[in-house]
């Protein structure tokens, strides 16, 4: 039963007005929330990034908007040892991208532990691309630095849709 019919129209104005209040009232900190949330970094995706001097030259890299980020290249690229995807972490310094990640190699005939590989790089991103430099230090079971600082440039394309 429809109880509008039954009320005079200055009623149903007077009922209308505290509704309307009561939905711009809830609006507001949705507003307000959207408004304090951070800008996303445009570091942030995947990238297809070249590094010259590397024993494989191209890789992947994504940057998480948390300040993780995570490398792949094709495993077959170093003949003498396999290693892992790198993970890895960075931080915004100015208008500079700061990070480094890990991997882990092993000897592929004897599948045993060769090295923990540590690559400290620094980009810029400009649109759609970065450049920068990076630099590799492996150490052994031990701790001791087997080689390194190994440095290579880097340049890289963002992946979009087509």
């Known amino acids: 039963m429809n109880l509008q019919r039954f009320l005079p129209p200055l009623a149903r104005r007077a009922l209308a007005i505290p509704a309307i209040a009561t939905l711009v009232l809830a609006a507001v900190p ?36 948390d300040g993780t980020m995570q490398q792949a290249n094709p ?51 400009s649109g759609n691309t970065l450049k920068g430099t990076a630099s590799a230090k492996f150490f052994g079971p031990d701790e001791q630095l087997l080689r390194g600082p190994l440095s290579t440039p880097l340049e890289g394309k963002r992946v979009t849709l087509p």
């Open 30 to 65: 949705i507003a307000l929330a959207s408004a304090a949330e951070p800008k996303r970094d445009d570091i942030v995706g995947t990238w297809v990034v070249v590094a010259p001097d590397a024993p494989f030259t191209h890789h992947m890299f994504v940057f998480n908007a």
């Open 75 to 125: 495993d077959a690229g170093n003949p003498d040892n396999s290693d892992s995807d790198g993970k890895g972490i960075w931080i915004r310094k100015h208008d500079k991208i700061l990070g480094k990640f890990v991997e882990v190699t092993a000897d592929r005939k004897t599948a045993k532990f060769v090295s923990r590989g540590e690559v400290s790089y620094e980009v810029e991103v």
